[in-house]
């Protein structure tokens, strides 16, 4: 079975860091890309970063560029986002997401619950 | 950079009805060397993650009721959902994969 679980959520003030972490189980992790997708509260879904799955090929949404880093690794079968100069507009419940192929371009076919990420003074 | 919309933002159908939702993207996700439209969709319900139903716009995740349909190419997508349950309440979501992801603003789905 398919497990993805998210942590490292919490609530923080602006233009502090936050790093997330994702542990998968249950496929074969460095078989496939990854992604971080963020929906704040009532809004909609928006895709924030990708990594293949040999890292080789990373993309980011441009709302987060130059501010987060995705990372993983593929001995201990985790997926991580580095969030730094964190703002108000980064509230979100952060979900952790399996790509179905190995490109960043992809869909997603497993989903974690999330974590909540606060950004507040 | 591809711009996604979806229409209505939402709407009430009564049990049993056909729901059907459109998606439309600004520029083209079909790749013509192979054919295929990269276009998915997902169902959200209350308090859940997404739930991946329908790849390649018309191409039915494994376990997804036969209910759901997808169509379209090009530029613009229709997810039907041909008799509408109590369990359909959700948001539905397309999300072209041509680039860099991009899921479309929702389309919320109630009973009537």
């Known amino acids: 079975e398919v497990q993805l679980v998210e942590s490292g959520g919490g609530l923080v003030q602006p233009g502090r860091s936050l790093r997330l972490s994702c542990a998968a189980s249950g496929f074969t992790f460095d078989d496939y890309a990854m992604h971080w997708v963020r929906q704040a509260p009532g809004k909609g879904l928006e895709w924030v970063s990708g990594i293949s799955w040999n890292s080789g090929s990373i993309g980011y949404a441009d709302s987060v560029k130059g501010r987060f880093t995705i990372s993983r690794d593929n001995a201990k079968n985790s997926l991580y986002l580095q969030m730094n100069s964190l703002r108000a507009e980064d509230t979100a419940l952060y979900y952790c997401?399996?790509?179905?192929?190995?490109?960043?371009?992809?869909?997603?076919?497993?989903w974690g619950q999330g974590t909540l990420v606060t950004v507040s003074s | 950079d591809i711009v996604m919309t979806q229409s209505p933002d939402s709407l009430a159908v009564s049990l049993g009805e056909r729901a059907t939702i459109n998606c439309k993207s600004s520029q083209s996700v079909l790749y013509s060397s192979n054919n295929k439209n990269y276009l998915a969709w997902y169902q959200q319900k209350p308090g859940q993650p997404p739930k991946l139903l329908i790849y390649w716009a018309s191409t039915r995740e494994s376990g997804v009721p036969d209910r759901f349909s997808g169509s379209g190419s090009g530029t613009d997508f229709t997810l039907t959902i041909s008799s509408l349950q109590a369990e359909d309440v959700a948001v539905y979501y397309c999300q072209q994969y041509y680039s860099t992801p991009l899921f479309g603003p929702g389309t919320k789905v109630d009973i009537k």
């Open positions: 997401a399996k790509g179905q192929s190995i490109a960043v371009a992809g869909r997603m076919d497993y």
